[in-house]
């Protein structure tokens, strides 16, 4: 298992108390190939640098998680096919050890 980090901006038209539950549902695919979710944070609307589909705003979440590869570039492929969701990017956080 690998820990990853994804960051999601949800359209802003959305009711901002359903991004969290509705993000825990994708989630059940990592949690179904043995991984785990250990943070679902919604950071709430904040502007953009630039209009993504004609917006000035998004509603920014990040989720803290393991799973396999394949579970995450699942995970990725059908975010992307939810309309809602207008970018995601998922990152592989970098050690935090001091050697």
Same mark, same amino acid.
């Given at each position: 298992m690998r820990h990853y980090e994804l960051m999601v901006l949800v359209d802003? #038209?959305?009711? #901002?108390? %359903?991004? @969290?539950? %509705?993000?825990?549902?994708?989630? @059940?695919?990592?949690?179904?190939?043995?991984?785990?979710?250990? @943070?679902?944070?919604?950071?709430?609307?904040?502007?953009?640098?630039?209009e993504i589909k004609k917006k000035n705003e998004a509603i920014y979440a990040v989720v803290n998680f393991h799973s396999t590869p394949d579970s995450a570039a699942e995970l990725d492929r059908l975010l992307r096919l939810n309309e809602t969701i207008m970018r995601t990017k998922i990152i592989r956080p970098e050690d935090q050890r001091i050697s």
């Open positions: 802003p #038209e959305v009711d #901002e108390r %359903t991004v @969290e539950p %509705t993000l825990g549902k994708y989630m @059940e695919i990592v949690k179904k190939d043995g991984g785990s979710v250990e @943070e679902i944070d919604v950071w709430g609307r904040r502007r953009l640098s630039y």
